[in-house]
């Protein structure tokens, strides 16, 4: 079972900022950024500096 994480931007939307899931999983945002790159992960782009993860999609990606 993965641990729970308070999300504070994303709680009214249920998506998770690039820190929080970095943090997470603890890597970096640079190495989010490369997973974005190579579609390891999914994300919503909502401006060019605001992207959003789902975290049940990113552990169904990551567990292929």
């Known amino acids: 079972m993965a641990d729970p994480i308070a999300p504070q931007a994303g709680a009214k939307s249920g998506t998770l900022t690039t820190r929080e899931i ?5 890597v970096t945002p640079r190495t989010l950024a490369n997973w974005r ?5 999914p994300f919503v782009r909502i401006t060019a500096r605001c992207i959003r993860y789902c975290l049940a999609d990113i552990e169904k990606a990551l567990s292929k």
């Open 22 to 26: 970095a943090n997470h999983y603890q």
């Open 37 to 41: 790159a190579s579609g390891r992960v």
